[in-house]
């Protein structure tokens, strides 16, 4: 099965509102990344984050390795929030390698 | 910093064809990794070189895909022959044993 496992799927918001994307993992971690890509565009890495929690602006992720669970929290959306937010872990071993989710596609209305 | 650069952007092949994508990485990283993404499977590792040295060879993907790293600065990947089920995007990472940054990219039709 997936290894990694990302809810909801898709989700629709209204400006202003805040949105919870959740990461599950089912193997053992030597680090997190969140990434996010627009429609037609590249990855672009939001957060490098192995264990606990971290800020960028209106957006926090927090890794708990026991539950083996990461999350990214969008404070106050925006418009151009709206894109596929995708969380990738590197397996125990540091081999260097990542193993995606299939993403949470978000859409932010005005 | 130059990022990672991939080019083309955009190729166009008929089935049967060679074609080549070139990567450029982060200067100093020494990682580099060899992504396809199309909706319906996500992003699947193709290749993946530690320091020149390839560590993955693509698995599933052994029969018609070959990566190479000449030097540190540049990697190719060769897809020989072309197939319709190869239309997709070819993305490039490259990290310093950690964080991953990707290139912008090469969207592959094959017709």
């Known amino acids: 099965g997936q290894q990694v496992q990302q809810s909801p799927a898709s989700l629709v918001l209204q400006e202003g509102e805040n949105a919870e994307l959740q990461c599950n993992f089912s193997t053992s971690l030597n680090s997190m990344q969140w990434f996010y890509q627009r429609p037609g565009g590249s990855l672009v890495s939001l957060f490098y984050?192995?264990?606990g929690t971290k800020h960028s602006g209106r957006l926090t992720s927090t890794t708990v390795i026991k539950e083996r669970r990461s999350s990214l929290h969008i404070s106050s959306s925006q418009t151009t929030d709206s894109g596929t937010y995708l969380c990738?872990?590197?397996?125990?071993?540091?081999?260097?390698?990542?193993?995606f989710g299939l993403g949470t596609t978000l859409q932010v209305q005005p | 910093d130059a990022g990672v650069t991939q080019t083309p952007r955009h190729e166009v092949a008929e089935k049967g064809q060679t074609i080549i994508l070139k990567c450029e990485p982060v200067?100093?990283?020494?990682?580099l990794f060899w992504y396809r993404q199309t909706k319906i499977q996500g992003l699947e590792l193709l290749s993946y070189f530690r320091s020149k040295s390839l560590m993955e060879d693509g698995g599933a993907f052994k029969d018609r895909f070959k990566a190479e790293m000449l030097n540190s600065s540049f990697s190719t990947l060769k897809i020989q022959p072309t197939e319709p089920k190869d239309s997709a995007v070819y993305l490039c990472a490259s990290s310093f044993f950690a964080e991953q940054f990707f290139g912008p990219g090469t969207r592959l039709t094959v017709l």
């Open positions: 984050n192995p264990s």
């Open positions: 200067s100093g990283h020494n990682d």
């Open positions: 990738a872990l590197e397996g125990a071993g540091n081999t260097g390698k990542l193993i």
